[in-house]
């Protein structure tokens, strides 16, 4: 088993970029897809980025993932900050077993 | 666009079972290539994967939950439940359901709260 380690918050400002970190504990990171989730106010989750990098239809640009085995974390970027980007932001994987692991969030302020 | 939704009470009474129903429409599950997942979220805390199943019936628990939790599946009416025994007050959460492709969950129905108390 393994956690996904995110900090618990960060804050940028409108315009400017902001990257959210996500440590895996133990295994490598590039050993299964990371997902990023953003959660707003009273919301569910949605997605953000799939499969490390990947971006859904509907999701802007300005929004890009990475993983970077010699940390083994994968780190969402937000660039072009805007006020409405303002919300939690999760990690998740999965282990060998195929269970879904979570990073614990972050909060994201845009001030 | 399939879209889910959760139903069920939003108050159980300590040691009983707890039970919700996931509608999905827009998408049938008995179609293959997807799993169907349930994930609570705590008030004011992360997310928890409970486990999932696919049409056929096969399913896989998170080992935290395992002894408690039982997730079936009713192709005819295209829903899929979740059943957790023996709660407490530590279940008291938003449980979500979820499409889920190889362990990413897209799209989530909108939660339903389900508060666990006497």
């Known amino acids: 088993n393994f956690m996904l380690t995110q900090p618990h918050s960060v804050s940028e400002s409108p315009g400017k970029t902001v990257t959210i970190s996500c440590t895996r504990s133990?295994?490598?990171?590039?050993?299964?897809?990371v997902q990023w989730y953003q959660q707003r106010p009273g919301s569910a989750p949605t997605t953000v980025i799939y499969e490390d990098n990947q971006r859904p239809s509907g999701v802007p640009d300005r929004f890009s993932g990475s993983i970077d085995s010699s940390s083994n974390s994968a780190s969402l970027t937000i660039s072009g900050l805007k006020t409405e980007d303002e919300a939690d932001y999760y990690c998740?994987?999965?282990?060998?077993?195929?269970?879904?692991?979570f990073g614990g969030g972050t909060k994201l302020t845009v001030l | 666009q399939v879209q889910l939704q959760e139903s069920g009470p939003g108050l159980v009474k300590p040691s009983q079972t707890l039970s919700l129903t996931c509608t999905v429409s827009g998408g049938s599950i008995s179609s293959g290539g997807y799993y169907w997942s349930w994930i609570r979220q705590h008030p004011g805390k992360g997310l928890e994967w409970i486990g999932y199943?696919?049409?056929?019936?096969?399913?896989y628990y998170n080992p935290s939950l395992k002894s408690r939790v039982t997730i079936s599946v009713d192709t005819s009416k295209n829903q899929f439940s979740l059943r957790l025994s023996s709660v407490t007050a530590a279940d008291t959460a938003v449980y979500y359901c979820a499409r889920d492709f190889n362990r990413w969950f897209d799209p989530w129905g909108q939660g339903t709260l389900v508060t666990v108390s006497s």
């Open positions: 199943i696919y049409y056929s019936g096969s399913t």
């Open positions: 998740q994987s999965y282990d060998s077993s195929n269970r879904g692991v």
């Open positions: 133990s295994g490598s990171i590039a050993s299964n897809y």
